[in-house]
């Protein structure tokens, strides 16, 4: 069983940056691809970013791709979102998630386990 706990997210202005972290339990956390996933309010859960489980293989929503970086520490067993040049629409629930289904996945239903969420909000 591994449960993910998320922090640091936050009211930031249009512009600025937030880094998200999200931390598991378990030790075969360095075998699951992680993923970062988001919802707002009346909207369906969409893919943000996935990491394989070793780091060298990333994947990123067109929405957020250059502004949003994803990676992991397996000795810490923590996975980060870097959010940079945020914008209004980023404005989500933020949750992580980590899958024992392949190397890298988008799709949430490829997803064993999850985060309770950390609310991020853009202000403009």
């Known amino acids: 069983q591994v449960q993910l706990v998320e922090s640091g997210g936050g009211l930031v202005q249009a512009g600025g940056s937030l880094r998200l972290s999200c931390a598991a339990s378990?030790?075969?956390?360095?075998?699951?691809?992680m993923g970062w996933f988001r919802q707002a309010p009346g909207k369906e859960r969409e893919f943000v970013a996935t990491?394989?489980?070793?780091?060298?293989?990333?994947y990123y929503a067109d929405s957020v791709k250059g502004r949003f970086t994803i990676s992991r520490d397996n000795a810490k067993n923590t996975v980060y979102l870097q959010m940079n040049s945020l914008k209004p629409e980023d404005t989500a629930v933020y949750h992580c998630?980590?899958?024992?289904?392949?190397?890298?996945?988008?799709?949430?239903?490829?997803?064993?386990?999850w985060g309770q969420g950390t609310q991020v909000t853009v202000s403009s």
């Open positions: 990491i394989s489980w070793s780091g060298k293989s990333t």
């Open positions: 998630a980590g899958s024992t289904i392949g190397p890298i996945t988008t799709t949430s239903a490829r997803y064993n386990y």
């Open positions: 378990g030790r075969t956390f360095s075998s699951y691809a």
